[in-house]
């Protein structure tokens, strides 16, 4: 047999075993054990050939083969003294055992991969940031540990380079600008809808320096202008937006 | 529980703010206090949710891992999402790798002496590989000569192959069935 | 364009796993180059699903910034989030907190400004907790327009966390690469 493109590589030797087996087309069960361990051998000496680092599993297969092979060559005399106490024995039981063990790992191993090659299409979002919606003044200061202010720190980090994964495409969003106008009307039409709006989603995170002052500057002049009217319950909560008359409605 | 449609729905939509504010798998007994009804309630709230998002296809999933859920993007606008944010390439795990890894998940917890005895080849870097991923971690020692480590499977490990939990694996039963036997087994066999 | 029902169904789909992963307000001409349609078919798409979630009282909600559109969570169940969020055993700091305090202790004196270019996000109301706990106070004034305040960690701090002085903070060996993200963001930001 000979390999005249390129030798394949495998996992180890019941990965090779196990092609030989397949490629042979024989039942596991009844391994012809001459033919696989000349085929096994000749293989390990085409790998010598390309050079290929022969490690020691594929050598240790090799002796296992051979004297498997030597003991099925034996005379049936051994057999026949051992017949009454117990069945024969097959010298490959212990082999085929383990090779059917390998295979089934072998299989889950493809399994796995289709299944990461479905699960990797996933993406996640990052958490959103929970302070905003935390009620500080709940929070009691105890004895901390000096481990969670480092973790706190590495999770930063962590998310700090997630967060750049997701920015490539970042440098070419043009933002258009906005008049105050404009902003008046979409704040306008917004409240027609729903009355109410917090505060802070009229500013998201990446918003321009100049969108905020035009928002805010929209925001006095609906104020002034007795379209709406701002609330909030106490310091830290959520300041509320909301529509003058539905303001009266309720 | 004597909650009408209305209340489901109510329910059902808070149950997505809260998924969508955490990002990250969300505990059923975290949530089950903060709407103050029955973890059990809440689970099946959410699974029906997830059912409706499937059958709406709409572009966002849920997943489930060990009784979190968690908040994802339909896998099918993979292509779209790519050419949104150019993600950073995921190569995926070599064979090596995904053998151990499928030995791991399937005799947890083991040590490497016994993947590699199944294996019949060193598997140390495959370890390492799938430590430093995060799909296995050290779920202790073995008490004997040594005390080796056991290794097992993480959550990451469940949320990359799309698992709820270890036993939603398929059986490993399934995969003794040998390749070269097949027509044979599927005439004959009872 | 000769759009049927399932297209538009499935391009509504595809949209909102795009803004579901952005996060943050999206561009509708992003959104067209990436679908390949025109602009204001876009637009009226996404129009159309936001009515919908509006109409099925979803707990999420599309907002519009600018002819961008942005995901998040409807405003009816903020008392349900914040519970969420809030720490219920109400002893420590949170995450938010925490990071600040990490950073100032790493890079003080130094201003709410630089904080937020390395955080990424807002930290007023963390730096206010912060300071009403007296972890950090006011060191100074940043000689430069504006003069912002600079801040830097107290004695309580060192006491909170068993430390006797400000070098018996651990060394941080990904401190460099914090430094390089800062500068990302600096030339961004103009």
Redesign the interface.
């Known amino acids: 047999m000979t390999y005249n493109v390129k030798l394949e590589t495998f996992?180890?030797?019941?990965?090779l075993l196990y092609h030989l087996?397949?490629k042979a087309?024989?039942?596991?069960y009844n391994i012809p054990i001459a033919q696989i361990t000349d085929q096994y051998i000749q293989y390990i000496q085409d790998m010598q050939k390309f050079d290929l680092e022969v490690?020691s599993?594929f050598l240790v297969?090799a002796a296992t083969l051979i004297e498997i092979k030597s003991k099925m060559l034996l005379p049936n005399k051994h057999e026949e003294q051992l017949a009454i106490a117990i069945d024969e024995i097959d010298p490959r039981q212990d082999l085929i055992a383990?090779l059917?063990?390998?295979?089934?790992?072998?299989?889950?191993?493809?399994?796995?991969?289709k299944?990461?090659?479905?699960?990797?299409?996933?993406?996640?979002?990052?958490?959103?940031q929970?302070d905003q919606?935390i009620k500080y003044d709940d929070i009691e200061l105890v004895e901390m540990d000096l481990n969670t202010l480092i973790s706190a720190f590495n999770k930063l980090l962590e998310k700090r380079k997630n967060h750049s994964?997701?920015q490539?495409?970042v440098d070419e969003i043009q933002r258009d600008e906005v008049t105050i106008e404009d902003k008046i009307s979409q704040i306008q039409q917004y409240l027609e809808i729903h009355h109410a709006v917090d505060f802070h989603h009229l500013f998201s995170d990446s918003c321009s320096k100049s969108e905020i002052v035009v928002t805010f500057l929209a925001l006095l002049e609906l104020i002034k202008l007795n379209f709406l009217t701002v609330q909030q319950s106490r310091i830290f909560d959520k300041i509320i937006i909301k529509k003058i008359d539905s303001v009266n409605g309720v | 529980m004597g909650c009408n449609f209305m209340e489901d729905?109510?329910i059902?939509?808070?149950?997505?703010?809260?998924?969508?504010?955490?990002?990250?798998p969300l505990n059923v007994k975290?949530?089950s206090?903060?709407?103050d009804f029955p973890p059990e309630f809440i689970r099946k709230t959410i699974l029906d949710l997830k059912k409706q998002y499937e059958a709406e296809?709409?572009?966002?999933?849920i997943?489930e891992i060990n009784n979190s859920f968690?908040?994802?993007?339909?896998?099918?606008?993979?292509d779209?999402?790519q050419?949104?944010?150019?993600?950073?390439q995921?190569k995926?795990?070599t064979?090596?790798a995904?053998?151990v890894?499928?030995?791991i998940?399937?005799k947890q917890p083991i040590t490497r002496h016994e993947v590699e005895g199944?294996?019949?080849?060193?598997s140390d870097k495959a370890i390492s590989t799938l430590l430093d991923k995060e799909l296995i971690l050290e779920k202790g020692r073995l008490e004997k000569t040594g005390r080796p480590i056991l290794y097992g499977t993480t959550e990451t490990f469940l949320?990359?192959?799309?698992l709820s939990c270890l036993e939603d694996l398929?059986a490993?039963e399934d995969?003794?069935k040998?390749?070269?036997?097949e027509n044979e087994i599927n005439k004959t066999d009872e």
């Open positions: 996992e180890g030797p019941f990965d087996i397949e087309e024989v039942d596991i490690t599993e297969m383990r059917i063990e390998y295979k089934k790992y072998k299989t889950a191993a493809e399994e796995f991969k299944r990461e090659d479905v699960f990797k299409k996933i993406f996640y979002k990052s958490q959103e929970l919606y994964k997701l490539a495409y | 729905k109510e059902q939509s808070i149950i997505e703010s809260l998924l969508f504010i955490w990002g990250d975290n949530i206090e903060v709407l296809d709409r572009g966002l999933q997943i968690q908040l994802c993007t339909n896998t099918k606008h993979y779209y999402i050419k949104l944010c150019t993600p950073t995921n995926g795990l064979q090596a995904l053998e890894l499928a030995i998940a399937y199944i294996r019949g080849v060193k949320k990359a192959f799309g398929p490993i995969f003794e040998l390749d070269f036997d």
